[in-house]
Nanobody, 125 residues
Framework: QVQLVESGGGLVQAGGSLRLSCAASGRTFNRYATMGWFRQAPEKEREFVAAISWGGVRTSYVDSVKGRFTISRDNTKNMVYLQMNSLKPEDTAVYYC?????????????????WGQGTQVTVSS
């Protein structure tokens, strides 16, 4: 079993920044896992935000966050991060960390095997 725990969410004004962290643990955690961030706003479907390959060479972002968000990882610590800059009210959502044991980057939530409980990000205008 793999456990993912997100942290770093909160309330921020538009234009501000937040850094989300995801701590992965568990004896069966595949260190070659692709990691991703998703978000879900009230009354909306869960949306892909960003993903990163195990070595960090490959990344993918949804168009709405390109140039503002950066995903990174530290495999020595089993940590994944999402640096969010120039935040907008439309970024308000619960943000989820997800792990995919296959090495290819995927943008569909169904492709991910493990999920965290989520952390709330609220951006005020």
């Amino acid at each position: 079993q793999v456990q993912l725990v997100e942290s770093g969410g909160g309330l921020v004004q538009a234009g501000g920044s937040l850094r989300l962290s995801c701590a992965a643990s568990g004896r069966t955690f595949n260190r070659y896992a692709t990691m991703g961030w998703f978000r879900q706003a009230p009354e909306k479907e869960r949306e892909f935000v960003a993903a990163i390959s195990w070595g960090g060479v490959r990344t993918s972002y949804v168009d709405s966050v390109k140039g503002r968000f950066t995903i990174s990882r530290d495999n020595t610590k089993n940590m994944v991060y999402l640096q969010m800059n120039s935040l907008k009210p439309e970024d308000t959502a619960v943000y989820y960390c997800a792990a995919r044991q296959l090495g290819t980057i995927a943008t569909m939530s169904e492709a991910y095997d493990y999920w965290g409980q989520g952390t709330q990000v609220t951006v005020s205008s």
